[in-house]
């Protein structure tokens, strides 16, 4: 069964940029499936960032565009995100999760919350 | 403000059944396939119905989806407190080309 674990700093400047990596263990991140980014702001729903291909394919969220890179490490089995000019709006639980089906996404990590604070 | 339209609560006793409605668009629900999540307190979503109406191994039958037009219903049966929780539908949105999620609704077993 595959797992994820996001990893990365949990306090950010403001204007600063937020970085992360989502490891992935029992699975290939180069098996037919994209590897996606959620947040969710403490108290409110849920908001796609953006997902990858292991063949480097990118999708993202476009509110966040101008703003976000996600890139994949097939040596080390995992991607990560980052995240440029964060303001406190950006401080929420960040997961990584693998997609499936059409729209589906099967297995999340358990989150990690970046606060943007200075 | 999200792209999908859910109900902010719904309520109903032990063992009776509850459905949740999600209402999108053409450009969303209208031409893709649906999700569910679960999120129970403190954890991370869990995916409970994919592709409009599949479940993933473990997912009990006592939850099933549905999606007719631009809209989409998630059904749970036999309720239990352990289903206390936010659910949210999801969906790929062809005209922003990336997924979108409505805004959660929050289930409460009396």
Redesign the interface.
Same mark, same amino acid.
């Given at each position: 069964q595959v797992q994820l674990q996001e990893s990365g700093p949990g306090l950010v400047k403001p204007s600063g940029t937020l970085s992360l990596t989502c490891a992935v263990s029992g699975g290939s991140i180069s098996s037919t499936n994209w590897w996606s980014w959620v947040r969710q702001p403490p108290g409110k729903g849920l908001e796609w960032i953006g997902e990858i291909y292991h063949n480097g394919g990118t999708n993202y969220n476009p509110s966040l565009k101008s703003r976000v890179t996600i890139l994949v490490d097939k040596s080390k089995n995992q991607f990560s995100l980052k995240l440029s000019s964060v303001t406190a709006a950006d401080t929420a639980v960040y997961h990584c999760a693998r997609n499936v089906g059409a729209t589906g996404l099967d297995s999340w990590g358990q989150g990690t919350l970046v606060t943007v604070s200075s | 403000q &999200?792209v999908l339209t859910q109900p902010p609560s719904v309520s109903a006793a032990p063992g009776q059944k509850v459905t949740i409605s999600c209402s999108g668009s053409s450009s969303d629900i209208g031409n893709?396939?649906?999700?569910w #999540?679960q999120q129970l307190p403190g954890t991370?979503?869990?995916?409970l119905?994919?592709?409009n109406n599949?479940r993933?191994s473990g997912i009990p039958d006592r939850f099933s989806g549905s999606k007719s037009g631009t809209s989409a219903t998630l059904g749970i049966t036999g309720l239990q407190t352990g289903d206390e929780g936010d659910y #949210?539908c999801?969906?790929?949105d062809s005209s922003? &080309? +990336?997924?979108?999620? +409505?805004?959660?609704t929050k289930l409460t077993v009396l």
């Amino acid at each position: 069964q595959v797992q994820l674990q996001e990893s990365g700093p949990g306090l950010v400047k403001p204007s600063g940029t937020l970085s992360l990596t989502c490891a992935v263990s029992g699975g290939s991140i180069s098996s037919t499936n994209w590897w996606s980014w959620v947040r969710q702001p403490p108290g409110k729903g849920l908001e796609w960032i953006g997902e990858i291909y292991h063949n480097g394919g990118t999708n993202y969220n476009p509110s966040l565009k101008s703003r976000v890179t996600i890139l994949v490490d097939k040596s080390k089995n995992q991607f990560s995100l980052k995240l440029s000019s964060v303001t406190a709006a950006d401080t929420a639980v960040y997961h990584c999760a693998r997609n499936v089906g059409a729209t589906g996404l099967d297995s999340w990590g358990q989150g990690t919350l970046v606060t943007v604070s200075s | 403000q &999200s792209v999908l339209t859910q109900p902010p609560s719904v309520s109903a006793a032990p063992g009776q059944k509850v459905t949740i409605s999600c209402s999108g668009s053409s450009s969303d629900i209208g031409n893709n396939h649906v999700c569910w #999540y679960q999120q129970l307190p403190g954890t991370a979503p869990q995916l409970l119905i994919y592709d409009n109406n599949e479940r993933p191994s473990g997912i009990p039958d006592r939850f099933s989806g549905s999606k007719s037009g631009t809209s989409a219903t998630l059904g749970i049966t036999g309720l239990q407190t352990g289903d206390e929780g936010d659910y #949210y539908c999801g969906t790929w949105d062809s005209s922003l &080309s +990336g997924k979108v999620f +409505g805004g959660g609704t929050k289930l409460t077993v009396l």
